[in-house]
């Protein structure tokens, strides 16, 4: 057998070796207890800006405010732990779908693959920040997670600010504006569309379950997507008026919504859909194609 070949064989081996691993129970209890984790940040934020909309605005409604809801509770740092590793999971199962497409219709196109390993590099960071708060805290305590873990209102500010300092600084946050913009909209249509589905499988649910899942996927796909298209409109601002305030993170764009015509009451609807969000990624944990 030629050099080349032999590679080639190899090559192939490796191929189906780490296909044979992405298979695993194992890879897909970790995908599963991932979107479960998902599922849990989400409510929680969505409760925190329920509670933002009836005057408690002591605590930040974005995944620091979770993480310190979590810690704030009894084994709150083992609860923490236990979601890390969650988390953990969902990143391998990302980087799993990079790698040999997503479990879905033309799941194995570029386009998908390389959603698939911005999701992964996402909730990388997700899990950095959170092992940062952790051990740095030495537990989960009450008011660390905006300590330790970093308030999204301060982060989009500080990475804005940078940005706008580069060479054409200004039309690179403009385009990210634009396409953070794009994100949300096709987010919404997608939901409302109920193309989820293709995702799921229905076959395993009863006519009620289906039911039940369309409902909790179009509105809470619809409510974050309109949550990712506000603070998509707000970088866009900041470009315009080159002024990184103007950015803001997922605290303040909810409470953006206080602020609109329809006061507190739009807050309250986005952030119980958020809620629902969280409960469709439970049915996600149960039913998602994740091989």
Request: proline share 2%; net charge positive; aromatic share 8%.
């Amino acid at each position: 057998m030629s050099a080349s070949a032999s590679m080639a064989e190899s090559g192939r081996t490796a191929k189906a070796a780490g296909r044979q691993a992405a298979d695993s129970k194992v890879m897909v209890g970790l995908a599963r207890a991932g979107l479960a984790a998902r599922g849990l940040l989400y409510i929680l934020v969505g409760a925190i800006a329920v509670q933002i909309a009836f005057g408690d605005k002591n605590q930040e409604a974005d995944r620091g405010g979770a993480v310190e809801e979590i810690g704030a509770k009894p084994f709150g740092e083992a609860m923490l732990w236990v979601l890390v590793v969650a988390l953990i999971g969902m990143c391998l199962w990302r980087l799993v779908e990079a790698a040999f497409g997503q479990a879905v219709p033309d799941g194995d196109k570029a386009g998908k693959r390389l959603m698939s390993l911005g999701r992964a590099i996402f909730y990388g960071f997700v899990v950095a920040s959170l092992i940062r708060t952790l051990t740095a805290s030495g537990g989960g305590g009450q008011g660390q997670g905006q300590e330790q873990g970093g308030s999204s209102n301060k982060t989009s500010k500080d990475l804005t600010a940078k940005a706008l300092d580069w060479p054409g600084g200004r039309y690179l946050v403009g385009l990210a504006g634009l396409v953070l913009l794009g994100v949300g909209i096709g987010m919404a249509v997608r939901y409302a569309l109920r193309r989820f589905r293709e995702k799921l499988n229905t076959g395993e649910m009863s006519s009620l379950q289906r039911r039940m899942v369309d409902l909790l996927g179009m509105i809470g796909g619809i409510s974050r997507g309109v949550v990712f298209g506000a603070a998509g409109v707000f970088v866009v601002v900041a470009a315009v008026k080159f002024d990184p305030d103007r950015a803001k993170g997922v605290d303040e764009t909810l409470r953006s919504f206080a602020g609109t015509p329809m006061g507190p009451a739009l807050l309250v609807v986005i952030a119980l859909g958020l809620v629902v969000f969280g409960l469709y990624s439970f049915c996600e944990a149960r039913w998602r194609r994740v091989r």
